[in-house]
């Protein structure tokens, strides 16, 4: 039984390893790159269009209705990243029913890969929102003193993140190979199957966690919009 993926190595140069999480990461990202140029290569405003166009379409505007509940503006900026970020998740994690695949996402390396880029997508879609110096400023917010709280808060939400995602996709993993040895034939059916929804589950809880964190950094700014617009239409009625 393989607890993580970084154990099963392939290939061995010294001090460069070629291990499953590496191989099995690069597949992912190969076959989310072929299926979005077969399924991209003929779009058609057409009422007659392809299965692959309908589920994409089906696809893109679910993301969209949920980005869009979620930061309750424009969800066009945050698609293409939390997109990305859901979709990668999701296949590495259905993929898990094929023979001899191991997940990318049962790797620590790879979930905390995931949060740093959310780590780092937070306040860069902040900073374009608000502007450098308006962003920062809410770090010493009402206080100097909240410096440190807000800046352990940022780093422990990224290390909730990576850890959330490895736990539950190895915990998933060890269960299966557990019952495989107890009852090979009709546990793991069983299992593989709640894997698939948990699977879907645990991509979207990531997606959406880095929706709720982006949006708060962006949403800061559409409140003081908000409040400066009320306050010039009270103005403007006295």
Same mark, same amino acid.
């Given at each position: 039984?393989?607890?993580?993926? +970084?154990?099963?190595?392939?290939? +061995? ?5 070629? &291990?499953? $999480? ?23 405003? &057409? ?13 893109? +505007? ?11 503006? +424009? /969800? ?8 990305? *970020?859901? #979709? ?16 990318? $996402? ?37 206080? /100097? ?22 736990? &539950? ?10 019952? *495989?040895?107890?009852? /090979?034939?009709?546990? /793991? ?8 929804? $948990?699977?879907?589950? %645990? ?5 959406? #966690? ?21 306050? %010039? ?6």
């Amino acid at each position: 039984m393989t607890i993580t993926p +970084d154990n099963v190595v392939y290939l +061995d140069l010294g001090p460069a390893k070629l &291990n499953a $999480t590496i191989v099995f990461t690069w597949g992912v990202i190969a076959l989310m790159v072929f299926f979005s140029w077969l399924v991209t290569r003929r779009l058609t405003s &057409n009422t007659h269009m392809s299965r692959g166009q309908n589920l994409l379409e089906v696809l893109v +505007d679910g993301m969209r209705n949920q980005i869009q509940e979620i930061a309750q503006h +424009d /969800p066009r900026p945050y698609l293409p990243f939390v997109g990305t *970020l859901f #979709l990668f998740i999701a296949i590495s994690n259905i993929l898990a029913i094929v023979p001899w695949y191991h997940p990318p $996402t049962g790797s620590l390396s790879t979930t905390a890969a995931l949060a740093l880029c959310v780590f780092i997508a937070v306040p860069a879609y902040g900073i374009a929102q608000q502007g450098l110096g308006k962003y920062f400023v809410h770090y010493v917010r009402p206080t /100097p003193l909240m410096l440190p709280f807000h800046v352990i808060g940022e780093v422990s939400r990224t290390l909730a993140l990576a850890v959330r995602l490895f736990g &539950n996709v190895m915990s998933g993993s060890m269960i299966v190979g557990i019952l *495989l040895a107890l009852a /090979p034939l009709f546990f /793991p059916i069983i299992m593989n199957a709640l894997g698939l929804l $948990t699977g879907l589950v %645990q991509a979207y809880i990531f997606a959406v #966690l880095a929706m709720v964190y982006i949006a708060s950094a962006s949403r800061r700014r559409h409140a003081r919009e908000g409040e400066e617009s009320e306050r %010039q239409q009270s103005e403007g009625g006295t």
